[in-house]
């Protein structure tokens, strides 16, 4: 391959997500949002979620930034306030700009452990007020490629030449690989965004190829530099996703599901959703 990458970032912090109660009785492994890192800019939550029937995330409001939901085992029904309802099938995504209020359950619509990953991208001032809206893609419609012994499903942004058409306020890279055993990949990232990586499968090295093996429900937070190096060095393949975002420098008041820049705003939404008022 050539040498896309110049100034390779390298892990900086590496977090261990271990499983912790949320919602009704789902399970969370949580990396961003929790204490030790409560906000990585542009994100604000990033959580591997598993919930069985009965359990959920029953009606919650959201407001001021965007959730993405990646199924990754079963599937999950999700419902409006608005009546905007559908089921987000084993490998769909929906990408919700919750901006000025949404309010919403999110369900497991079947037996056995439903899997997937939920991310909180901040959204800035002059965009936390938006219309809601939903982008919404089949597995079948997520833009994949591959190239030597590397598969890449494109959730944001654009990788081995496959773009996907999701529009991200924030502006946002999401990327899903699968490297093969001895695959080697050169990911470009944007020099100013944060990025990180969180491992599904398998054991992987990233940033530099002398660094230890990661595996499975790690976050690791990558320094500057203009891309990723990662290695397969095993036999089994690798599963991981690389996140990326461009850092909006605001001031951060969050309230649980509600995230502005001040706490008067925080106020103001928590009186608005008590009055169903400006969007709740
Ligand atoms: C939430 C507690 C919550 N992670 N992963 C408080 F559980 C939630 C919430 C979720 C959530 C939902 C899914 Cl489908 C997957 C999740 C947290 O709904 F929004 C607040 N405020
Ligand atoms: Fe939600």
Redesign the pocket.
Known sequence: MENVVKEPRIVTRKFLARPQH??VG?I?R?SIGRFELKYFDPFL?M?E?S?SAPA??PD?P?RGFE?V?YMLQGC?T?EDFEGHKGTIWEGDLQWMTAGRGIVHS?MPASQGTQK?L?LWINLSSKHKMTDPRYQEMASKDIPEAAKEGIKVKVIAGEALGAKSPIYTKTPTMYLDFTLKPGAHLEQPIPISWNAFVYVLEGKGIFGNSKSLPVTAHNLLLLGLGDGLEAWNKTSKPLRFVLVGGEPLGEPVAQF??FVMNTQEEIDQTIEDYENCTNGF
């Open positions: 949320e919602g789902a969370v949580r939550l959580d979620f919930v959920g995330f919650h959201h959730t939901t999950v999700h999110e997937g939920q649980g599901p």
